[in-house]
């Protein structure tokens, strides 16, 4: 064997992703078709973990509230967050912008702090006890309007997903900014000594050839959002007030882990729920790849 | 070309939308920095006056610093991100190099079984993960950070290095070999300092989600001693909400750090995803 060297060169890589990634995936996976009785032994028990958590009704109504909210969240990234970096990123690619570096730098800066910290500095800012938003809507004349946001189950949920958009939009600005500067000169070009107008230009040459790097922000917010634990966790607790109303999947996976109140957790039934958020996953990323990027890549030059 | 957005009036629009959301992306954080070093009184009279004279105070922090172990999170984070992020760049450089230059039975299928972790969130395998390390008796080290991050980090570090490495032209390793320079000595003294920009590229982007991690500290290592930046903030608030002097330096402190790296290595993180992007 005088190709040894390959093997030298994956090993530690290999290695290390596996057993600290890849084998804990399977391993969970496996481990969600096992129960645990009182005295710690676990046997295999089939399906009857998920069943509970469908059927039994204190388990599927916290599982399909979970289910929901993530979705919400999703949805309010992805009709909120993506567009506005859409249209930050079409701003910042106008040819002979001045200030465009200032502005990127700064626009992407909350991207990089932690969401437990962001989490926190908003907390502050929307709470009623130091009034920031309140007397900086009452300088608009909307002071009227100001509601402890955070605090209500009708409104906490959207407002946790408007604080998360507001710190990440950073990232679909970038990727669509790059997937802008990347469109050939010459169409544009072209089209503009045809006549047509910016508006049109955007619509008809440079949205569609966009549009890969849109279905790839789609797919990674999605990843993202569905995995989605730090600012609830930071905000409000492993509980997810209030009554549950900000609950995602990452959240419900913990509790039913580590267990929280008069519930202990579980491994096996956070298994459970771990596997089940892999499937979601793994429905939008397969989606991604049959569908969308498929149908995609034919605008692609 | 320019004519169409030079307009003064369509930029003057453009700026005002841009400069808008700009200030709206810095509002908080300006607030939290310029709050920190103000006096309870002053934080709650005029939250949005900057620190003056008679206002100035510098309590919370004193407080945060004595009361809490703030020096030694910064110490833990700092190792775990450093220790994590030298295995994913050694690691991942290798692994991208054997990948993309030898053909070998099952190079593809390697390839794609690294590149299914940049998919899947390996949070989804927290609980054998945790399992695995009480096993082998790691549990509340930064070793244990370490590892999992590692393991974490590397399947987007072997796909941006392999690109890179694809680009390097032939004739030099060809021409190393005729010298009969031995493979290692090729990876280590001549493609490595050929992929230098792009280790540095994924460095920033390893670095970002180590760093700020809740999820694994809380879970791996929550211990006193082994506690990170991002979770002892959370802890230390958790504690301290009502004493606004302190959790707005708590806050502070934690963010100091990040703008300071943002400040030196911004342009090297925007011209990767950038670049990264157009390809």
């Known amino acids: ?301 | 070309m320019k004519k169409n957005i030079c307009k003064p009036l369509s930029a003057f629009g453009v700026h005002c939308m841009l400069g808008g959301y700009t200030l709206l992306a810095l509002f908080p954080i300006v607030l939290i920095l310029m709050n920190a070093f103000k006096t309870k009184a002053a934080i709650f009279d005029n939250p949005l006056a900057f620190p003056t004279a008679e206002t100035f105070f510098l309590g919370g922090f004193e407080k945060v610093i004595a009361k809490s172990h703030f020096m030694l999170y910064f110490g833990n984070s700092l190792t775990v991100t450093l220790a994590s992020l030298a295995l994913i760049l050694l690691f991942g450089a290798m692994a991208a190099w054997a990948l993309s230059e030898y053909k070998f039975r099952g190079n593809r299928i390697l390839a794609i079984y690294m590149m299914i972790g940049i998919m899947v969130p390996i949070r989804l395998g927290t609980v054998s993960i945790l399992e695995l390390i009480v096993q082998l008796n790691l549990i509340n080290t930064l070793t244990a950070l370490v590892l999992v991050y590692t393991a974490q980090g590397l399947p987007l570090a072997v796909m941006i290095l392999s690109e890179f490495i694809a680009q390097i032209p032939k004739e030099l390793k060809e021409a190393a070999r005729c010298d009969g320079v031995s493979e290692f000595k090729i990876f280590f003294q001549v493609i490595l300092p050929l992929i230098r920009p792009a280790v540095a590229t994924v460095a920033v982007f390893t670095m970002i989600p180590v760093w700020n991690d809740l999820w694994f500290p809380l879970i791996l290592a929550p211990g006193e001693e082994t506690q990170t930046v991002t979770l002892g903030v959370q802890q230390f608030i958790g504690q301290y909400v009502t004493d606004w002097n302190s959790v707005l330096a708590a806050l502070s402190l934690a963010v100091i750090p990040v703008l300071i790296l943002y400040s030196i290595f911004s342009r090297q993180l925007i011209r990767g995803l950038t670049s990264g992007a157009v390809k």
């Not at chain 1, 090993?11 to 992703?17: D, G, K, Q, S, T």
């Not at chain 1, 009857?48 to 599982?63: E, G």
């Not at chain 1, 608009?140 to 906490?156: K, M, T």
């Not at chain 1, 508006?199 to 993202?224: A, D, Q």
């Open chain 1, 1 to 301: 064997m005088k190709r040894w060297h390959i093997v030298l060169f994956l090993a530690p890589a290999v290695l290390i992703y596996s057993v600290f990634s890849a084998l804990p995936l399977l391993d969970t996976l496996r481990l969600g078709f096992y129960a645990t009785n009182d005295a710690g032994a676990s046997h295999f028990s089939g399906l009857s973990n998920y069943l509970t958590i469908l059927t039994d009704p204190a388990w599927s109504s916290a599982f399909w509230n979970a289910m929901c909210n993530n979705f919400k969240f999703f949805l309010i990234h992805l009709l909120i967050q993506n567009p506005i970096g859409l249209i930050l990123a079409t701003f910042l690619s106008l040819k002979g912008l001045k200030f465009a570096r200032q502005y990127r730098t700064f626009i992407f800066l909350p991207t990089l702090l932690s969401v437990v910290i962001i989490g926190f500095i908003w907390q502050l800012i929307l709470s009623p006890l130091w009034g920031v938003s309140e007397s900086m809507m009452n300088f608009v004349g909307l002071g009227a309007y100001f509601q402890p946001w955070l605090g209500e189950e009708g409104s906490a949920l959207i407002t946790l997903a408007l604080i998360s958009v507001w710190q990440f939009v950073g990232i679909p600005m970038m990727l669509i900014y790059a997937a802008l500067l990347a469109v050939p000169e010459d169409i544009v070009e072209a089209a503009y000594v045809e006549g047509a107008s910016s508006w049109r230009i955007f619509w008809e040459i440079k949205l569609p050839l966009i549009l890969p790097t849109l279905g790839l922000v789609t797919i990674l917010t999605y990843v993202g959002n569905f995995n989605a634990f730090d600012l609830i966790y930071s905000v409000k607790g492993a509980i997810a007030g209030p009554n549950y109303s900000t609950d995602i999947l990452g959240t419900l996976f913990y509790r039913t882990f580590f267990g929280y109140q008069s519930q202990i957790g579980s491994p096996t039934m956070g298994a459970a729920v771990a596997t089940l958020m892999f499937l979601v996953i793994l429905c939008g990323v397969g989606a991604y790849f049959y569908f969308v990027q498929r149908k995609l890549t034919r605008y692609e030059l």
